[in-house]
């Protein structure tokens, strides 16, 4: 799920707004490997989502994910992604409407 990028939108903000509005864990982190920073919000170990800004594109990106890097490893992505994809769909629809609601942004 993408969502139209505005200025007011910085990983710290939405971090903030995030962590406010939903029970959810919320983390800024990075990738050292490839460089770009990311935003983890983990329901569960095995439910949660990534959000990524791309700002050549103008958009932030909604990622269904396994938040849980042992999760990941022991159970692989794809087969645990199968098996709770509704769940981790309804946790995207909530950060997007947080998102839309305090950015005034919408879907791309």
Not at 43 to 60: C, L, N, Q, T, Y
Not at 83 to 105: D, G, M, N, P, Y
Request: hydrophobic residues 50%.
């Amino acid at each position: 799920m993408n969502l139209q990028l505005n200025e007011k939108m910085t990983f710290p903000e939405m971090e903030r707004v995030l962590s406010e509005k939903l029970t959810y864990e919320v983390k800024i982190k990075k990738n050292p490997l490839l460089r770009f920073e990311y935003i983890v919000v983990k329901k569960s170990a095995f439910v949660g989502a990534w959000i990524r800004i791309f700002e050549k594109k103008d958009r932030v990106q909604l990622i269904k994910a396994i938040p849980s890097d042992i999760a990941r490893a022991f159970f692989g992505g794809l087969i645990v992604i199968l098996f709770l994809s509704s769940a981790q769909r309804k946790v995207l629809e909530e950060i997007a409407e947080v998102l839309k609601a305090e950015f005034q942004t919408q879907i791309q």
